[in-house]
């Protein structure tokens, strides 16, 4: 019952921004960590930034200080600003949640589409 769908992908110069954001749709009790994870071609998924329900967060070495994680748990949403791009940067990113939703409160960790970011000029 519960879906998460990113947005804001795109092509961006090096040195430039971009912020991908993803919300969660059905009947969600409540939301845990949310993490947003990548993967480049010929690459393993790994997890670029984490955000707790209190707002605890957590960043990839290579992220720090240019990445910024955030939620907005009114919109059950996700994001996640990205600023000094360079082309290291490009993959698919894909959010991730922990989530207790419908009536039997089940907890499930879900996993968005993707959207591509690619960082070229």
């Known amino acids: 019952q519960v879906q998460l769908v990113e947005s804001g992908g795109g092509l961006v110069q090096p040195g430039g921004s971009l912020r991908l954001s993803c919300g969660a749709s059905g009947t969600i009790f409540s939301i845990n960590v949310m993490a947003w994870h990548r993967q480049a071609p010929g690459k393993q998924r790994e997890v670029v930034a984490t955000?707790?329900?209190?707002?605890?967060?957590n960043y990839a070495d290579s992220v720090k200080g240019r990445f910024t994680i955030s939620r907005d748990n009114a919109k059950n949403t996700v994001y996640l600003q990205m600023n000094s791009l360079k082309p290291e940067d490009t993959a698919v990113y894909y959010c991730n949640a922990d989530i207790i939703s419908g009536v039997d409160l089940s907890r499930t960790y879900y996993w968005g589409q993707g959207t591509q970011v690619t960082v070229s000029s």
């Open positions: 955000i707790t329900s209190g707002g605890s967060t």
